[in-house]
């Protein structure tokens, strides 16, 4: 049924071959790696931890991601319509269409997180940020304001814009130029962290391994982050798979990929541990660590101001990649099924996307910070119900998908035969008993 295709896929608007995979690393490569994964190394053996990652990255990061890029370039279209029309069966249509939802959700409080990363670069270039040392009663007051909203209109009218151009000329665009400045910003500040007085004990807290700490919670924290970090489970890499060339190998953008997220997530933790210990700071995780911790940080070294400036752009750089490819996955489901021109289809999602998004911009200290539920905001409800629910379901679909329904899935990923055997062992045997172990502990169905 061709008629589900939607605007921009088939022959016309494509990705570049190394379009597609900038594309895909500015997805996977987020916040999740600058505020989640150098807690966790460091919580649970450094080193070790490292390397149970790293293998997890491999044995099942890597088979769901090609997996995911495969059904998108087989279906060429959205995460819910790629599923239908490669098993003629709308049923798998509707579990795919899970994925758009959870997609759509997690934009909606990421691009409120990434409103707050533009607002933290403003304060710390003009140098307001360090007016006073309390840096968490500032935060808590801006979350406390109406500004988040502000910010957060701001970051989605760029993510508009940006997909309106379509994916030659928006998305591949935005990423072309925003990466290289990606690395350019991580260079700089992972030398300014190890050349600090006191940097290498950080660095030996990172990356010294303790095996002891290696706990089947630790494995399965490792787990958990690979598919997050990856941006698995919620149809992005099969959205992005549609507009890729026939031509083009998926295993080989599967693995740049998959490599290019480790080497960001190792600098990330050369940036936050040395200078955390530099200054005997705790290093904690989520947005305490970079909007209260750190800033700490910036105001003791010289140049601080530059610094922190220029980390938040970083942190903003690493999430707009981000939020582009969530939002995109929305708006190429919703072309399919609506039948309205890109420009159209994209402002509309964004502004459902704005309102959706507000509760979470206000819940977290603001207007409607009263309101919690369960001892959670909505904020972290949204967090909680996407990451650990409907993420491990959409990556169940996948892993199964590709493993038993998918006819032609060797074809479309392009493995030699003993390749295949290798990829297809893991999606039936390995990738679904580990991804519900997660859920089962993500969600505290078990406990160690
Ligand atoms: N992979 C991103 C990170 O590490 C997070 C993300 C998840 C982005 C899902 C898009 C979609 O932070």
Same mark, same amino acid.
């Given at each position: 049924?061709?008629?589900?295709?939607?605007?921009?896929?088939?022959?016309?608007?494509?990705? *570049?071959?190394?379009?597609?995979?900038?594309?895909?690393?500015?997805?996977?490569?987020?916040?999740?790696?600058?505020?989640?994964?150098?807690?966790?190394?460091?919580?649970?053996?450094? &080193?070790?931890?490292?390397?149970?990652?790293?293998?997890?990255?491999?044995?099942?990061?890597?088979? /769901?991601?090609?997996?995911?890029?495969?059904?998108?370039?087989?279906?060429? =279209? *959205?995460?819910?319509?790629?599923?239908?029309?490669?098993?003629?069966?709308?049923?798998?249509?509707?579990?795919?269409?899970?994925?758009?939802?959870?997609?759509?959700?997690?934009?909606?409080?990421?691009?409120?997180?990434?409103?707050?990363?533009?607002?933290?670069?403003?304060?710390?270039?003009?140098?307001?940020?360090?007016?006073?040392?309390?840096?968490?009663?500032?935060?808590?007051?801006?979350?406390?304001?109406?500004?988040?909203?502000?910010?957060?209109?701001?970051?989605?009218?760029?993510? /508009?814009?940006?997909?309106?151009?379509?994916?030659?000329?928006?998305?591949?665009?935005?990423?072309?130029?925003?990466?290289?400045?990606?690395?350019?910003?991580?260079?700089?500040? +992972? +030398?300014?962290?190890?050349?600090?007085?006191?940097?290498?004990?950080?660095?030996?807290?990172?990356?010294?391994?303790?095996?002891?700490?290696?706990?089947?919670?630790?494995?399965? %924290?490792?787990?958990?982050?690979?598919?997050?970090?990856?941006?698995?489970?919620? =149809?992005?890499?099969?959205?992005?798979?549609?507009? !890729?060339?026939?031509?083009?190998?998926?295993?080989?953008?599967?693995?740049?990929?998959?490599?290019?997220?480790?080497?960001?997530?190792?600098?990330?933790?050369?940036?936050?541990?040395?200078?955390?210990?530099?200054?005997?700071?705790?290093?904690?995780?989520?947005?305490?660590?970079?909007?209260?911790?750190?800033?700490?940080?910036?105001?003791?070294?010289?140049?601080? &101001?530059?610094?922190?400036?220029?980390?938040?752009?970083?942190?903003?750089?690493?999430?707009?990649?981000?939020?582009?490819?969530?939002?995109?996955?929305?708006?190429?489901?919703?072309?399919?099924?609506?039948?309205?021109?890109?420009?159209?289809?994209?402002?509309?999602?964004?502004?459902?996307?704005?309102?959706?998004?507000?509760?979470?911009?206000?819940? /977290? =200290?603001?207007?409607?910070?009263?309101?919690?539920?369960?001892?959670?905001?909505?904020?972290?409800?949204?967090?909680?119900?996407?990451?650990?629910?409907?993420?491990?379901?959409?990556?169940?679909? /996948?892993?199964?998908? &590709?493993?038993?329904?998918?006819?032609?899935?060797?074809?479309? %990923?392009?493995?030699?035969?003993?390749?295949?055997?290798?990829?297809?062992?893991?999606?039936?045997? !390995?990738?679904?008993?580990? !991804?519900?172990?997660?859920?089962?502990?993500?969600?505290?169905?078990?406990?160690?």
């Amino acid at each position: 049924s061709s008629e589900l295709q939607g605007g921009g896929k088939g022959g016309g608007d494509q990705f *570049s071959r190394t379009g597609f995979i900038l594309a895909a690393i500015g997805s996977s490569v987020g916040l999740g790696n600058m505020w989640k994964f150098p807690y966790i190394t460091g919580k649970y053996g450094g &080193a070790a931890f490292f390397l149970v990652f790293i293998i997890c990255l491999i044995i099942i990061g890597l088979p /769901v991601m090609l997996a995911e890029m495969a059904i998108g370039r087989g279906g060429r =279209g *959205s995460a819910a319509a790629s599923f239908t029309r490669l098993s003629g069966k709308k049923t798998w249509g509707g579990l795919g269409f899970i994925s758009v939802l959870a997609s759509f959700l997690i934009f909606s409080y990421y691009a409120v997180v990434a409103g707050w990363t533009l607002h933290y670069a403003m304060l710390s270039f003009t140098g307001q940020l360090f007016s006073s040392t309390d840096f968490g009663g500032r935060f808590d007051s801006f979350i406390g304001s109406y500004w988040p909203v502000f910010w957060q209109g701001a970051v989605l009218l760029l993510t /508009v814009v940006v997909l309106a151009a379509g994916i030659s000329s928006g998305i591949e665009r935005f990423n072309k130029i925003l990466i290289p400045g990606l690395v350019i910003l991580l260079i700089v500040l +992972v +030398v300014r962290s190890l050349t600090l007085e006191g940097a290498m004990e950080g660095v030996s807290f990172f990356l010294n391994p303790d095996f002891g700490k290696l706990t089947p919670e630790a494995v399965l %924290a490792a787990l958990g982050h690979a598919f997050f970090s990856l941006s698995l489970g919620m =149809g992005i890499m099969i959205t992005y798979g549609a507009y !890729v060339k026939k031509q083009q190998s998926l295993s080989g953008a599967a693995f740049a990929v998959g490599l290019g997220d480790l080497l960001y997530a190792l600098l990330a933790g050369l940036i936050i541990f040395p200078t955390t210990f530099a200054f005997n700071l705790e290093p904690a995780q989520g947005p305490g660590l970079v909007f209260v911790v750190l800033p700490v940080a910036f105001e003791a070294m010289p140049l601080g &101001a530059w610094f922190g400036g220029l980390f938040f752009i970083l942190l903003a750089i690493a999430a707009l990649t981000s939020a582009v490819s969530l939002l995109e996955v929305s708006v190429s489901f919703l072309m399919e099924r609506v039948r309205w021109g890109r420009t159209k289809t994209v402002w509309i999602t964004g502004i459902i996307c704005f309102i959706v998004g507000l509760p979470s911009a206000l819940s /977290v =200290g603001g207007a409607v910070g009263g309101l919690s539920f369960g001892g959670k905001s909505i904020f972290d409800w949204v967090d909680f119900v996407t990451s650990n629910v409907m993420l491990p379901f959409g990556g169940l679909v /996948v892993t199964i998908f &590709a493993g038993y329904i998918w006819k032609n899935a060797a074809e479309e %990923a392009g493995l030699t035969a003993r390749w295949f055997k290798v990829w297809l062992f893991m999606l039936r045997y !390995v990738a679904p008993i580990l !991804v519900m172990l997660v859920f089962l502990y993500s969600t505290g169905i078990i406990h160690f």
